[in-house]
């Protein structure tokens, strides 16, 4: 077949063409830095990569989700920190009226700073985090305690991920270091205790000394089972954040491009679409002299 001036001519302008598309990706790679970007760069790669962002979409939401659970998981501890304090306080002012020498006037007072510390564990008891109420059960929308120290929440356990299909409970039980169901129903006893000063009964003021010494007991256990949750919700953290930093450094394996190479590429590639264009120009100007020769 012969070769045309009209065929010549669109080898040329395709020859240009690919040279101008190599320059504009061998720009794209040494701007970006990935060699990488979409799946005719690299099948296989990009493939492996895609396989990597969903890793690190999947480690990021784990960590965050860890993150917002240690935050509550910490407030939940220093919540029952003040809660033994305030049952402490409790207990401690037990023991001093409990003494035969102590006036009637005086455990009316003292059963003054009993309800108050009532009050005060109630709204321990309440507390919330960012996800709502920290001893509420799975009832988090709503205050677990009423004013009387009443429980209406439950001890449903707040799962959170900490490793594929692997998952542990992240919150604090209220039942367990408030109510019955872990030895001593604390707001009924402290009840029982302002009764006693109120009413001057010193036979109830000496057995509210024992059970506020088990409901100390018992805040005190829930409160070291929070510590547990804490570390473990924490070292879960730093084993996500470990994941993730190996989850992104293999994808950087995959799409990253060497930056050396990449910009001798540019300038390489910058070299032939010049080289094109010079072709071309001549070619065109050797097309004029034939048509008008």
Not at 277 to 282: C, D, G
Request: aromatic share 4%; glycine share 6%; hydrophobic share 45%.
């Amino acid at each position: 077949m012969r070769v045309t001036d009209s065929i010549r001519q669109d080898r040329i302008r395709q020859a240009q063409a690919r040279a101008g598309e190599n320059v504009l990706s061998a720009t794209e790679t040494a701007v970006s830095g990935l060699r990488v970007r979409r799946p005719e760069d690299d099948p296989a790669a990009f493939a492996a990569v895609s396989v990597h962002d969903a890793a690190i979409a999947r480690l990021t939401a784990r960590h965050k989700n860890l993150e917002t659970a240690a935050s509550n998981a910490t407030a939940a501890e220093s919540a029952l920190a003040q809660a033994s304090d305030i049952v402490a306080r409790a207990r401690d002012l037990a023991v001093q009226l409990a003494d035969g020498s102590i006036s009637a006037a005086e455990r009316t007072t003292g059963a003054k700073e009993v309800a108050a510390l009532r009050q005060a564990l109630v709204g321990v008891a309440n507390a919330e985090g960012s996800a709502g109420y920290l001893f509420a059960g799975a009832s988090v929308d709503s205050a677990p305690f009423s004013s009387a120290g009443v429980f209406s929440g439950n001890d449903a356990s707040l799962a959170v991920e900490i490793g594929d299909n692997l998952t542990m409970r992240s919150n604090s039980s209220g039942a367990m270091a408030f109510t019955a169901a872990g030895g001593r129903d604390i707001f009924q006893d402290l009840a029982d205790l302002e009764t006693a000063l109120t009413t001057n009964n010193l036979t109830g003021i000496q057995s509210a000394v024992s059970n506020m010494g088990q409901g100390h007991t018992q805040v005190v256990r829930a409160r070291a089972d929070a510590g547990v949750i804490l570390d473990r919700l924490n070292m879960a953290q730093e084993l996500a954040v470990s994941a993730l930093n190996v989850s992104e450094k293999a994808k950087q394996h995959e799409s990253e491009a060497d930056i050396t190479e990449a910009y001798s590429e540019l300038v390489s590639a910058n070299g032939a679409y010049e080289r094109a264009l010079e072709i071309a120009r001549r070619s065109l100007q050797s097309f004029d002299i034939k048509s008008f020769g």
